[in-house]
């Protein structure tokens, strides 16, 4: 077989092997890995370096050894879920950097971390006080995650105690100007609503480069044409609308009627009216 031919088969079978141990070993990125991993990385990639270029020898010493490599990861990996004193040797434990607001340097020096880096590991969080920050570790991976004291962390529907209907995932039903038919059906809907759904926003499917309905049917657009705008979608809007209006008109017929029984039916319906808009408020407001 000529020199080159061999060389791009054994490439080839090099990237085959290395695609199905990426496969097997998982999705972890490169500052996730914990050392092992990153050592097993770089030594399998010089061993599939090894069976593309090496002619002189057996190439499939190599597969074997990429075989062996992938083999003891996985079952470190597995004795790792297993045993925690293990995962703790091999990954390392959380380092706290501050407590209570204060820095420890006794760990920063531990972690060959300087000053300039904890700073800058703080601002990549959007916190620029040292004095904001209740408690910071350094986690396995190289990251710092940080928790702001009371005052400090963001306000939240729950805090102020209002509260917000569930959230679904979005369906992705176009792109690239094509109907996508499995998200459709996913959430219960045909291409006879997509189709109604774009006529009231005045949209041609072949111009929507991506269309998504959320988890309370309404669907947003973007166009290929960033020029042109798209009205939001005011289901939501309208019916909360039409909802008040209907408490007000039920209010204004108990307050003009005379009869006595069909103002209590008014006053009753109305605040059986008010309790339907109290509950579906935290959905219609989203």
């Excluded at 991993?37 to 002189?56: K, V």
């Excluded at 083999?71 to 293990?86: A, D, H, N, P, R």
């Excluded at 972690?111 to 703080?122: G, V």
């Excluded at 038919?181 to 997509?194: C, K």
């Amino acid at each position: 077989m000529p020199t080159g031919i061999e060389v791009a088969f054994r490439t080839l079978l090099a990237v085959v092997v290395l695609f199905l141990i990426a496969k097997l070993l998982g999705k972890r990125q490169v500052s996730e890995m914990s050392m092992f991993e990153y050592i097993t990385g770089i030594t399998i990639g010089s061993l599939a370096a090894y069976i593309s270029l090496d002619l002189d020898a057996n190439w499939f010493l190599g597969i074997v050894a990429i075989s062996v490599w992938a083999l003891v990861t996985l079952g470190i990996e597995y004795l790792q879920i297993k045993s925690k004193k293990l995962r703790d040797f091999i990954e390392g434990k959380g380092t706290v950097l501050i407590k209570d607001g204060k820095v420890l340097e006794d760990n920063m020096k531990k972690e060959r971390l300087s000053t300039d880096d904890l700073m800058e590991q703080l601002r990549k969080k959007m916190v620029f006080k040292v004095a904001d920050v209740e408690f910071a570790i350094m986690e396995p991976s190289g990251d710092i995650n940080v928790l702001l004291t009371r005052e400090n962390q963001p306000i939240t529907p729950k805090h102020l105690g209002i509260k917000v209907g569930p959230e679904q995932e979005p369906q992705a039903v176009i792109m690239d100007g094509k109907i996508m038919d499995e998200p459709l059906a996913t959430i219960g809907l045909n291409r006879e609503w997509l189709n109604s759904e774009l006529e009231k926003l005045g949209v041609a499917i072949e111009n929507v480069f991506l269309g998504q309905v959320d988890s309370y049917g309404q669907l947003f657009v973007d166009l290929f044409d960033d020029q042109i705008a798209v009205p939001l979608p005011q289901q939501k809007a309208t019916l909360f609308a039409t909802l008040k209006k209907c408490e007000a008109d039920l209010m204004l017929f108990g307050l003009t009627t005379k009869s006595k029984k069909a103002k209590d039916m008014y006053e009753q319906c109305a605040y059986e009216m008010e309790e339907i808009i109290a509950e579906l408020t935290p959905v219609l407001h989203r």
